[in-house]
């Protein structure tokens, strides 16, 4: 089983799938062609899945960062006798510029190294894995490499280095002096033929990638507030979920790291949730320029295409592709990150019904509005249904935010949501085609589940606004009121609601829990860093900025050297925990540094949205 910490892992990412490099430089997650793909290194999940070291034999210690604006990763490797530095990227095409950054992706990751002093040994292992460790492969050796086939894929490894091929495995050592390098790549094959590279053109390939993400980083990111480098890396991070064929945004690239050390709350992340994807995009308003939006309605409206006629139901999450089976599936021959069993792929939540996704799709077109420029007509009708589905819907018990996997009840974020979706409906009338009583029905019904909310979902006992209605119980999903702009931040309610949130639903590091409530589930889970995010956020719009920069720099201060974030942190240890790195929390390190930058400002808008009402 694998035992280290998840936060000596760093992300690599050519805009189809995701790799995650250990800080000594064993590769021990990558799927290809695509996030959600079979894994062919695997060891993060198990010793036996499947991993590629490259380092330095007798390292002493090693230094890592992401080159400028970039997802390309820089380890340096001291040894006694020498120094080494290996460079780490999933390759983007030649020339690839702005926009159309991973837009023809080679499937191939690209290891360089170089010796900066004196004298260096190198070992290298690669132990190739298909189909989450389950195959091991034949290896042989082809032209300028070695050609590995199994699993229902070819791999070549390109390398001008000799490897001896032993129980599965391809070795090799080799010395190297002051000023000398060596280059690999690791190339997933379409087809048969294709020859390997050579030294010179894996580094062409490698200078292109890091000339494609800086360029994207110059065109896109103008955020300039407090920790702005933070807010850069996360939008670099948010852009890499991005599937760039078709717009699609995973929430996390790995699968079933768990909640707690051991637990069984482990889940597939590798996929889009429409919730996590919206949300990606208002956050990309202001970490970066969301220029792949257009291309996600379009592919959501594509996706769901007939869900919402004759009363249907708005699939809550997708493949990549587009795909509505996600059936969740246990993988009992893995023994999971520390032995946290079961490994699953696939998703169950895929089938739960959840009314917030409504409000949070159409939060993102009405924030996102002037990027994505004219809506086609089949993405406007797409969005009509949506609301008019809500008209219907809002008043149903569903599964909540969190997928609370136990009977459905009448979630307060859901109809928050709900509130959400109509009230953008109305300001997007205009622009999705419609008018007249379809419109003011959307406007009256939206008024109803206000009213509804302040009526069912404050509790005079709990002192608060709470999880669902008629509870006692909290949940921090409720400090979403003043953040999509449905009561001001400095509302008695909501200033009542925060503190108790701060107080009864945090861990003695300060951290906060989603909730305590019981959710069908056995065993416990982590702080949510989203969660406390949301609280600095909360802060912040009501005016205490300096409790909201206590609190981020609380969270913030659980990423790794290179700036990731998991989605939990051990509420003992502080150690991270859950899928990684995770969408959701640097979603929420973005929103809340934004709402932080505006009340020092002396604006305290509730969220992006609010100040592009304002400015308008």
Known sequence: MSRHPIADYALLSDCHSAALVHRLGSVDWLCFPRYDSPSILGRLL????????????????????????????????????????????????????????????????LRRVECTRGTVELETELALRPEYGQVQPTLGDVPGGLRAAGGGCILLLSSAVSHAIEDGSARARVTLRAGESRSFALQYQSEEGEPCWTESEIDDRLRE??????????????????????????????????????GAIVAAPTTSLPETVGGERNWDYRYTWIR?????????????????ALQFFDFL???????????????????????RDL???????????????????????????????YGELLSAVHQLKDQVGELSPATAGFLVDVADTVLRRWRQPDQGI??????????????????????????????????????????????EIRRAIME??????AGAFTQAFGSEALDASTLLLPIVG???????????????????????????????????????????????????????????????REVFERAAGFANDLGLLAEQADGATGELLGNFPQAFSHIGLVNAAWAIARAEAGTLASSPIAADRAAT
């Open 46 to 109: 198990d010793d036996r899945a499947g991993h590629w070291s490259i380092r330095p034999a007798g390292v002493t210690s090693a230094r890592r960062r992401y080159l400028d604006g970039t997802l390309v990763l820089e380890t340096a490797f001291d040894t006694p006798g020498g120094g080494l530095t290996l460079t780490d990227a999933l390759a983007v095409g030649p020339n690839e510029r702005g926009h159309e950054l991973g837009a023809r992706s080679p499937h191939a990751l």
């Open 209 to 246: 990638t890091v000339a494609a993400w800086q360029s994207w980083s110059q065109m896109h990111q103008r955020y300039d507030g407090p920790w702005r480098e933070l807010v850069h890396l996360s939008g670099r991070v948010l852009q890499g979920l991005t599937y760039q064929p078709t």
């Open 276 to 292: 996590d994807a919206s949300l990606t995009l208002e956050a990309l308003w202001v970490a970066a320029c969301p220029d792949e």
């Open 301 to 323: 409206s594509a996706a769901a295409v007939g869900q919402l006629r004759d009363e249907g139901h708005l699939q809550i999450m997708f493949g990549v592709g587009g795909e």
């Open 327 to 357: 059936t969740e599936r246990e993988l009992p021959h893995l023994s999971g990150w520390r032995d946290s069993r079961p490994v699953r792929v696939g998703n169950g939540a895929w089938a739960q019904r959840q009314l917030d996704v």
């Open 402 to 447: 969190w997928e609370i996997r136990g009977e459905p009840r009448h979630f307060l974020h859901s109809k928050l949501m709900c509130w959400v979706a109509l009230d953008r409906a109305v300001e997007l009338a205009g622009s999705i085609g419609a008018e007249g009583a379809k419109v003011t029905r959307w406007r009256e019904e939206r008024d």
């Open 456 to 461: 069912q979902g404050w509790s005079e006992r």
């Open 486 to 548: 449905f009561l001001p931040g400095d509302d008695p309610r909501v200033s009542a609601t925060v503190d108790a949130i701060a107080e009864r639903l945090t861990d003695p590091l300060g951290l906060v829990y989603r909730y305590r409530a019981d959710d069908g589930l056995e065993g416990e889970e982590g702080t949510f860093l989203l969660c406390t995010f949301w609280l600095a956020h909360a802060f912040a719009l009501r005016g205490d900025v300096g409790r909201a």
